[in-house]
Each structure stands twice: as C-alpha cells, then as structure tokens.
C-alpha cells in the first residue's frame, strides 16, 4: 500500500524557473493538502482541496497554484521561483479532514 | 486565531528514562489534537488524536497523551524511551475545517 507519493524527492531550481511538485494518493482520500515546512516553523498549509475540483487557500497560498481533477492527484505549481520559496514540501490526505496521512517530502531549494 | 506553542526546541533524555513532550494550545471550542513523529528525511506519521471523550489517548510506539482543558495542554509521554524515538515531535491542533495548526516541533536526543 503506497499512500502518499511525492515526486522528485529532492530538486534545485534557479530563480524565475517554474515547476510542478507531484503528489498521487492511492487510499480515496476526499481531502488534500500541502504544507511547507521551514526550520523551527512548524508545517504551514499552503493550499488544500475538499474534493475532485475544490481547491481553497491555506495559510501561505502566494506563488504557488494547485489542481485537483481527480481523487488521487493533487499537483503543486511554482511559478517564477524566488529563493523565499526553498523549503521542504508535504502533501497528506485525510478521510475526513481530521488526521492527516503524509508523503515523505520534497526538498526544493532555489538558487 | 488558533495556535500551538511547543515550549522545548530541544530535549536529551537517557534512554530507558521517561519522556513528556509539552504542548499548549489556544482555541475558541475543544479542537481536534494530534501528536505526530517526524525521523531525519522522512514524512509525519501520526502517534496519537483525540477527538472526544476520554481524555489519555493511547498511541502507537507506547506512547500517550492528556488531554487537560483547564489548562489548555496536550502533553505527549512514554514511561521508557528507547534510542530510536529519536526524532522531532510537532503537536497539531484541527477543528475539521481544514484550518489545522503545527506547533514548531520539539527535536528529541536519546543518550545512550
């Protein structure tokens, strides 16, 4: 049973590039999410989705966008990264919003 | 707003000592409260949520947490640690509205 699957695991990117994290969940999760985490910051929510086309903004939303055109699939786009957005990225799912399941990360930095 | 505060950066304990892990909370109606363990590299697994009712929740990996209202805290113990709880420990308050909070995590060292 996989889960929550990231993809890359690690990237660099250099200022004004744009790319698109992966995540794929195979458990029918309703619910989505991704967090960045920053040293001593804890995790914050950046985007998160309900449902299969319901996406709403987290806490840190600006310069990223995201999709949900399937139950499984929840990508993360950055457009024009800038050196703010280096940072480890999560994405979970949840059955229904309460506890969350999370991938194993993905290590962006911009350079 | 709602917010976690985990008041140890850091904590060394010896192994085969116990272990509590503080957490305070501050929220408007009892959240949803979970405990979650990060290793080096890797993803949050989940150890242990409360949602209602009795308030020591048990955990995976032998630990355990309380629920204490009046003093708005979810503190995380385990009687006897073992060197591969070595790890950080974030707190997390929900309330399904998909508006959970992190604490900044607390990064554990287990001597030998």
């Known amino acids: 049973n996989a889960g929550v699957t990231q993809t890359p695991k690690f990237r660099i990117l250099k200022i004004g590039q744009s790319m698109t994290l992966q995540c794929t969940q195979d458990m029918n999760h309703n619910y989505m999410y991704w967090y960045r985490q920053d040293p001593g910051m804890g995790l914050k929510l950046i985007y998160y989705s309900v449902g299969a086309g319901i996406t709403d903004k987290g806490e840190v939303p600006n310069g990223y966008n995201v999709s949900r055109s399937t139950t499984e699939d929840f990508p993360l786009r950055l457009e024009l990264a800038a050196p703010s957005q280096t940072s480890v990225y999560f994405c979970?799912?949840?059955?229904?919003?309460?506890?969350?399941?999370f991938g194993q990360g993905t290590r962006l930095t911009v350079v | 707003a709602q917010s976690v505060t985990q008041p140890d950066i850091h904590i060394t304990v010896s192994e085969g000592a116990s272990l509590e892990l503080r957490c305070n909370y501050s929220y408007g109606a009892t959240p949803y409260l979970f405990w979650y363990v990060q290793s080096p590299g890797q993803g949050l697994q989940l150890l242990l949520k409360y949602f209602s009712g009795d308030t020591l929740v048990q955990g995976i990996k032998g630990f355990e947490a309380e629920f204490k209202r009046s003093q708005s805290s979810f503190n995380l113990r385990k009687p006897s640690v073992h060197w591969s709880d070595a790890a950080e420990y974030f707190c997390a308050v929900g309330a399904g509205n998909n508006d959970m909070r992190f604490g900044a995590g607390t990064r554990l060292t287990v001597k030998p």
């Open positions: 979970a799912s949840s059955p229904l919003g309460r506890e969350a399941f």
